[in-house]
């Protein structure tokens, strides 16, 4: 009996502290406030999918976006729809606690209309994906987001450190496809000169630029990247074949899955930085 | 067959732009010289801006032969097949607003180039073999013949304008909405079909530039022979028929040098806007000539305003590169506002 009243005056105690358990401020400077940590949630981006299953709250999740496929668990979850054109009705009927997706998406305010918690964030460069890793921990109410945080820049840090002295400084150029590359300034820009790429794409031209395919030609990049959709167009550009990376053959054609590693802002960084080193070594060929 | 079949506005436009007509020929003089002008000044822009490259250097040399020249020639080439196709769709169509994509070509060609994308996604090896020698060029081509030809069967033919307008309009609605649909389940191919649907003449080579050399060549020859044909169908169809004109062996003639032309420029350079719709307009605005001159002063035009996009596009934000179609239709679009302001229609 005494046991029970104990309890009682504890959870009583708790109570008003758990009625704002969870206090965050999302990308878009929105509040949010959850009495408790969120236990149904639904990722609308694949980087933020990762992010959550990361931090060891895969769980948690009841739905996600149809690009999400990594862990393999999320690939059994419903999967509710693109990016702008996620079904509205398909995500209230999963009931979430909260859904987390990028602070542009069109879906944002359909949501919130609805009643749903909604969480906007911006992935972008390595500093968002720091700050993403830290508001969802915060959300989860889970430690460990600085963790992994430290965790992805060792293994980028190890990656690197794989890569042989004389292969520094390798001059890279990284197409996004249609004639778009990525910068300096990218995420994909920042992990390639961490490992010791070196971008002939400057990033004050932003993130993705669509260049002069003459530029390529002048910047003679030692290493091409791109996705193995190019692998056949690519090297038959007008003037292309003076390059020296497509004369030595050293072109590293990314397949879908390593590609999706590469390109989403998330917890697989480490894993990215690997690629390009794999790449940059000569260990990855595409065939010119 | 003695039906006018379509209620369309007379394409001489009546009204006097200037007392003294300027003739035809030094309306060509004007462009052939601003086409030279302009080549010159497109082998002297690149990456870095203005930046003429007559060191000689092995590098200077290759990036002027082999990517600034055939560039420039092949932006060219594809403005005049566009100039062309729009002034024969003008007269064939005896419509003041008709353009070279009336016959489903331009939404065939991205739908040809969307499917490609694909595929080579799916096989990204097979890339090497077929689809390697097909190439997003030839699928966008392939795209357009088909579209045509599907205009053409839904027409049952050439002979009726207005169902092939009606048949063109309806087959680009399904094929721009059959390619929304791939790209909408294949969202990858995303960032490439952007470039073709903005147009871009980024990629052309010595290739492109020799095939639409010879295309334009055979087009104008045709499209020229046809000219008295338009003339007398400026008149009516049924004056058309009166004045001994075989309509139909014209109209196949001219559908084919309108659909061969634009399926050709659209697969090379993409989606161009604009440029088909505003050459004769341009031409008109500034002679009144019959189609004999019509016809190449358009195709001069168009490959005169191609050009100045090309070169616009790659000097205006140097390294980077607006999207060609854009400044056209910017551009042509400005024009245009222009024009209705000051002539109220």
Redesign the interface.
Known sequence: MKAWLVALAVAACLAPLHATAVQVVDDRGRTIELREPPRRIVTLLPSLTETVCELGACDRLVGVDNFSNWPDRVLRLPHVGGLDDASIEQIVALKPDIVLLSATSRALGRLEGLGLRVMGLELKTLADVRRGLGKVGQLLDVPGAEQVWSRINEEVDAAARTLPAKLRGTTVYYEVGGGYAASESSHIGEILSRVGGANVVPGNLGTVPKLNPEFVVRADPQVIMFSDRNVAELPTRPGWSRIRAVREGRLCAFTAAQGDVIVRPGPRLGESARLMVQCLKGELKGRP | MKREAAPAMPITSEEAVDPAPRSPLSVALVLVAATLLLLAVGTAV??LGWEPLWSGAD?AN??LW???L??SMGAWLAGALLGLAGAVAQGLFRNPLADPYLLGSATGAAFGVAVM?VL??VT??A??GW??RL??TGAGFVGAVVAVLVTLGLARGVQHTLRLLLAGVIVGMLFGALSALVM?RV???L??????LLG?T?????GSVGLLGVLFALSVLVAVGFSPALDALALGESTAISLGIPLPKVRVGLVGVMALATGAAVAQVGLIAFIGLLAPHLIRAAVKPTHRWLLPLAALAGGVLLLAADVLA?WLL????L?VGVLTAILGGGYLLWLMHRRPL
Request: hydrophobic share 45%; glycine share 14%.
């Open positions: 690149g990456s590098t290759a990036i082999e990517i600034r055939p560039r994308l080579i996604g990204p090896m890339a090497g689809v390697a190439g997003l909408f969202p990858d191919i960032r490439s079909m952007q470039a073709f871009t980024g990629f052309l080579g010595w790659r140097a390294p980077q590169e999207p």
